[in-house]
């Protein structure tokens, strides 16, 4: 067998809040093999946007080992951690954290720039990342003329445009209606389908986790494969 | 990232904050203008001020006669009658000098028909108005068969001819200078006063051998005045003048020397001295209008960096390097201190300009000045710039984009 894109061995979290420990992950064990669809679910609170970040190269862990296409996570260098975030690594968030005040092509093109990419190519993906999410006629709108779908679209084509090995898409359809959900969950799964990308999904959404070939639940700073 | 996309990026952003990165940069164009227009202003004076010394003559030395102490013993004015017309020919032969002029001086009252007026009689020769330049207005100067024969001719000076002949010709007409009657032969010009205020005009000069033999009966002169080759010369020529003359004197090592030198040079320099310090003065407190200019800097990034954590987070989780949104930052305030930097420029150049012809103060605006005043602009900007920008870029990634 291949070995896994993503080992995880008795990962531990604790952070201070307000002077209390809280102890977010207690000893968290996962593998995730390429092309998976995981979803992650869990009540607000659970741990799992604490792991998604861990995931994500945001943070991270106190203890246990992250092994990301083999490589230790925990030994890299604050700068081998930021080119992970540029080529393997796409984040989708909730609030879609798109620039302000910068249009969907220069929002889209962000990562390129610190993949130093030259300007030219720059601008040619990011145009072809925008336009197979349907977005060739928004590319020089701002965030703010964009509807909560459009953003997140943007937001996807700029998690996809450095062509990496995860999507992180932690609570993707949080902030959208229900027929917008819909569009973007069904965007996320033709694109696992199509290309193989590997998606991880953060939900406490039962209906959003239908759409994943594999669930797992966060309880109390656990994974559980069942509810 | 390239550099383009880093200073694209900077620029953008400075863009999306027009009224903001105006007023910061008018912290620093306010800086750059004030040190260039009052270095400017400083070493317009600093030229005026050589040019008037140079007017004065910077390369002229006067010699007189001091007093003189013997075995501790002061043997006073008596003995001040070592300075002779021989001294002065020796002087005149040093290197370096152009010009000597020995004289001696006399008061006397001086009569012209009905009026007197009590005056100073220079006893000088021809040399005299050549080392002072000092030209006539009319009549000539004495010849040295004069000089020689102690002739009874005399000129006189503005202030003289006014007090004795008002609006008469006073060529060709003759004084009585004591019990001395002379005759005019030239006119000077008017000299004015000194810089120490005594009137240069109120005064009657005869050849010396008359004021020598004939008003004081003395052989010794008083006073030594020449010019040299230049300010250079003038030093050199003053050291070799005291070792002349104490060679010819005959002092000893113990004894001090029974002349004094005076070197119009050593004012000079000492008013040059003054007048750079006085730019170097107006060019401080300028720059520390530039510094508080790049405070502000300071402050309007900090705030940035504090505005926009969240998209330090967001393009952190991009793939920025630390290094990446240092520069991003640090770029922001360079490119703020740069444009003020040249705008401060032109504004200098342009106040510079508009207080030379408003004030009649001359203004020089150099070169070196508004290049240092550029880097230092460009300094202050990557001084000030650096703590925010490494505020910026010490985020961690998560708590950035976590940021409320």
Redesign the interface.
Same mark, same amino acid.
């Given at each position: 067998m291949a070995a896994p894109l993503i080992e995880i061995c008795d990962l531990k979290k604790v952070y201070a809040l307000d002077g209390v420990q809280i102890q977010a992950l207690r000893g968290i064990d996962l593998r995730v093999d390429e092309g998976e669809l995981l979803a992650i679910m869990g009540p607000s609170g659970s741990g799992k946007s604490t792991l998604m970040?861990i995931l994500?190269c945001? @943070?991270a862990a106190d203890s246990g080992s992250y092994r990301l296409r083999g490589e230790d996570i925990g030994r890299v260098s604050? @700068?081998a951690l $930021? *080119?992970l975030?540029?080529?393997e690594i796409g984040?989708v968030f909730q609030s879609f954290?798109?620039?302000? *005040?910068?249009s969907a092509l220069e929002n889209v093109e962000?990562?390129l720039?610190? $993949?130093?990419v030259?300007?030219a190519e720059r601008r040619e993906r990011a145009r072809e990342a925008l336009q197979r999410l349907g977005l060739e006629e928004r590319l020089h709108h701002l965030p703010s003329q964009l509807s909560g779908g459009q953003q997140q679209r943007v937001a996807i084509a700029?998690a996809l445009v450095?062509r990496p090995s995860i999507l992180l898409a932690d609570e993707p359809t949080g902030n959208l209606d229900t027929a917008t959900s819909d569009e973007i969950l069904s965007l996320l799964d033709n694109l696992n389908r199509s290309t193989g990308l590997t998606i991880i999904l953060i939900t406490h959404e039962p209906e959003v986790a239908q759409h994943a070939g594999r669930t797992l639940y966060v309880r109390d700073g656990r994974l559980e494969a069942h509810p | 990232m390239s550099w383009p996309a880093a200073l694209a990026l900077a620029m953008r952003a400075l863009w999306r904050n027009k009224t903001r990165a105006m007023l910061t940069t008018l912290g620093v164009i306010i800086g750059v203008a004030s040190v260039i227009a009052m270095v400017a202003i400083g070493t317009g004076a600093q030229q005026r001020i050589a040019q008037q010394l140079e007017n004065m003559g910077t390369n002229s030395l006067v010699i007189r006669a001091g007093t003189v102490t013997r075995g501790g013993v002061r043997t006073g004015a008596g003995t001040t009658t070592s300075l002779t017309l021989d001294d002065a020919m020796a002087v005149a032969e040093l290197p370096g000098v152009l010009a000597v002029a020995p004289s001696v001086q006399a008061s006397a009252q001086v009569r012209y028909r009905g009026s007197n007026w009590g005056t100073a009689i220079q006893g000088v020769t021809p040399e005299y108005f050549k080392v002072r330049s000092w030209p006539l207005v009319a009549g000539e100067v004495f010849s040295q068969a004069q000089v020689a024969n102690a002739g009874h001719v005399c000129l006189l000076g503005q202030t003289v001819v006014r007090e004795l002949f008002g609006l008469l010709e006073p060529i060709g007409e003759s004084i009585l200078i004591g019990s001395l009657p002379c005759r005019i032969i030239g006119v000077l010009a008017e000299k004015g006063a000194t810089a120490w205020g005594s009137d240069q005009d109120d005064a009657i000069f005869v050849p010396i051998s008359t004021v020598q033999r004939k008003l004081r009966g003395i052989t010794y002169i008083e006073r030594i005045e020449l010019t040299t080759t230049g300010r250079e010369a003038s030093f050199r020529t003053s050291k070799d003048i005291t070792k002349l003359l104490r060679e010819r004197h005959q002092l000893g090592d113990e004894t001090d020397d029974d002349f004094r030198i005076y070197n119009r040079a050593e004012l000079a320099q000492t008013s040059e001295e003054s007048a750079r310090v006085f730019t170097w003065l107006l060019g401080s407190i300028a720059s520390v209008s530039l510094l508080v200019g790049g405070i502000g800097i300071m402050n309007i990034m900090l705030v940035s960096v504090t505005e926009r954590t969240r998209e330090i987070g967001i393009r952190m989780a991009l793939g920025a390097r630390a290094r990446d949104i240092l520069w991003q930052f640090l770029l922001e305030a360079l490119v703020l201190s740069g444009i003020g930097g040249l705008l401060g420029i032109l504004v200098g150049l342009g106040g510079a300009t508009a207080v030379a012809r408003f004030s009649q103060l001359p203004v020089e605006v150099t070169p070196p000045s508004v290049l240092i005043a550029f880097l230092f602009a460009a300094l202050v900007g990557v001084f000030f710039g650096l703590h925010p920008a490494r505020k910026a870029s010490r985020l961690r990634p998560i708590d950035a984009l976590r940021y409320e």
């Open positions: 970040h994500g945001l @943070d604050s @700068d $930021a *080119r975030r540029n080529r984040f954290n798109l620039l302000p *005040r910068t962000t990562p720039i610190y $993949a130093g030259g300007k700029r450095s | -």
